[in-house]
């Protein structure tokens, strides 16, 4: 079956083959696919996903809208370069924990035994995981290089033991998550358990959730984390609006270079935006 997947924000986890597509069909499109899969990842995509849709019934027999942004968390095992590009794996799904932002599958956790290998891991919650899974997942690990932790490590759930597991392997970034004030100090823990084992700053990601509070990129940079802003969605109401203005200032700061450029260059107090 030939399938075109159509994602509204390409972003560096997104597919690069020929039939990955950022928006609607144009003069050169295929016009023969079968199905053509509308993947929405962030809730303010969903009316250019509805919209790009409809100009993709010209190319494809069957037209799908989908993606966590729509369905939520999904239950079903991760298909290597369908959705995220290669290299990227995802071996569990869900989370224990019952955050109201989060449209994660909050139903617990989902350990597959079988999962494609990769140096990206991808899971909402990997340190949630059973022990049998976590060594499931080391082993495959140790036969890759230049790892990403990239799913947000839960702060509270980083143990010495974990910490340890993980300076085993030939990691190139480990990225934690931040979601709110009440998670810097955990996070400052986690941090001083990781520097034991023996990692230093230069690995450190953070995912800082912001809305109206932009403080909490600061307090993250100030730990010697490198933040990465995400905008807060909503899924009570399945689309959360936020101004062009912020939109930007988002990308800006999800940008490590500028990131760093800012926080050592501050602006006057009175200038400042965070």
Known sequence: MKIARIFPTKTSMSPTDKNAYFDAPDMFTPNDYDEAHISITFTWDIDKGHRIAKEWGNHARVVKIGGVAVDGESKNCFVSGMYLREGIT??????PNNCSFCLVNKNGMIEFDDFPEGNIVQD??????SDRHWGLVMSMLRKQKDICMKGG?????????????????RIRELWLACDHDGAIEP?????????KAGFSDSHFYCFVLIGMEEQRLR???NLGVMPFAQLYMKPENKKT?????????????????????IFNNPKPKSQSTL
Do not use: F, H, W
């Open 241 to 261: 609006e936020y101004t062009d203005e912020m939109k930007k200032y988002q990308r800006l700061m999800s940008r490590p270079a500028i990131t760093r450029n």
């Open 219 to 221: 307090a993250v940079r």
């Open 187 to 195: 996070l400052s823990k986690a941090i001083q358990i990781l520097r």
């Open 124 to 129: 909402n919650n990997i340190l949630a995981c």
């Open 90 to 95: 995802i071996t569990s799904r869900g989370c």
């Open 153 to 169: 490590l839960e702060a509270r759930r980083v143990t010495t033991k974990k910490a340890e597991n993980l300076r085993s392997l």
